[in-house]
């Protein structure tokens, strides 16, 4: 499960390491309100194909309701080949576990605001379904869908509150190293363009967007660091490293220049942190916070 902060008009979210195929993050996000009382609570994100749509659903309106509507439901379509095994399931090519998150984001929404639902699509049936009680954010809770693939983005920019940028694309179902080229600017500027054209300009306004961040590094020596990390990630040079919004390097206020630049010229205002990272990232949070 996810917590989240908002200082400055930038957000970040702090995510908890859980383990992907067999954590269980709504029986962990009901005992989360008694823990906290203003932090939103979510998921980055669930993988479509291990839980059926009117589950999530039902559990999602379930979790608003006990948070007193502070729930943040993140989506994807599935990436990584053993998730599949483990749980016994196909593991089908990218294109047909969009098609399916397609009509499974379609349910959720309709279930979330409340209407009595039959659909009838290619991989899901529903028939006079409806969820009691409902969630307290109208018309749902806010919606999270991450990737990196233009079927997936281009399905985020046209049903998403919030469209998740990772960066990545893993080959053969993560068996193989995977693709950074995204990370470049490029990239980032290429992805934000297909948002911005499927949502057209009045959706895109009211659209927020997130990026996964990989690595976060406090240094006084910020071009060393990066030119360390190019053993790792050999596609990418120090200076790509040092301008993608995946991978925050530099003194806490060099890194609160480059959130500061990405917002500008990508309107990239959503941050998620994983749990390695969020010792080395707190400085930052709050200095933003004026603390």
């Known amino acids: ?6 200082h400055s008009g930038i957000r970040f979210l702090l995510c ?4 992907p195929s067999l954590s269980r993050p709504y029986p962990r996000s009901s005992v989360l309100p008694e823990a906290t009382r203003t932090i ?7 993988n479509n194909d291990l839980r059926h749509p009117v589950l999530v659903a039902r559990e999602a309106a379930t979790v608003d309701l006990l948070t007193n509507g502070r729930l943040e439901l993140g989506l994807g379509a599935g990436s990584m080949r053993s998730e599949y095994e483990q749980a016994g399931l196909h593991f089908d090519r990218g294109a047909i576990r969009v098609e399916r998150l397609t009509e499974a984001v379609k349910i959720i929404k309709g279930l979330l605001e409340g209407k ?9 049936k529903i028939t006079d379904h409806i969820v009691f009680p409902p969630p307290i954010q109208k018309p749902n809770p806010p919606i999270l869908i991450g990737g990196n693939g233009s079927r997936l983005l281009s399905l985020a920019a046209a049903q998403a ?3 998740g940028l990772s960066g990545i694309t893993f080959r053969n179902g993560g068996a193989a190293p995977p693709d950074l ?6 990239g980032v500027d290429e992805r934000v363009r297909l948002i911005r054209e499927i949502a057209g300009e009045e959706r895109f306004a009211k659209i927020e967007l997130n990026a996964l961040v990989q690595r976060v590094i406090v240094t006084e020596d910020r071009r060393r660091s990066a030119e360390e990390l190019t053993a790792r990630w050999t596609q990418l040079s120090a200076d ?6 995946y991978v925050l390097i530099g003194t806490v206020e060099e890194i609160i220049e480059s959130l500061s630049a990405y917002r500008e010229r990508w309107g990239i205002s959503y941050y998620s942190v994983h749990e390695p990272y969020m010792a080395a990232f707190a400085p ?3 200095r933003l916070a004026g603390t």
Do not use: E, H, K
């Not at 499960?1 to 908002?6: E, S, T």
């Not at 908890?16 to 383990?19: A, G, S």
């Not at 080229?181 to 490029?186: E, R, T």
């Open 40 to 46: 939103r609570i979510g998921t980055n994100v669930l």
């Open 1 to 6: 499960m996810l917590d989240r902060l908002r």
């Open 240 to 245: 790509d490293i040092l301008r993608s919004p």
């Open 161 to 163: 509150d919030i469209v």
């Open 16 to 19: 908890p390491i859980t383990l």
């Open 181 to 186: 080229s995204a990370w470049q600017v490029s």
């Open 284 to 286: 930052v949070v709050a």
């Open 116 to 124: 009595r639902l039959t659909f009838a699509g290619q991989y899901y």
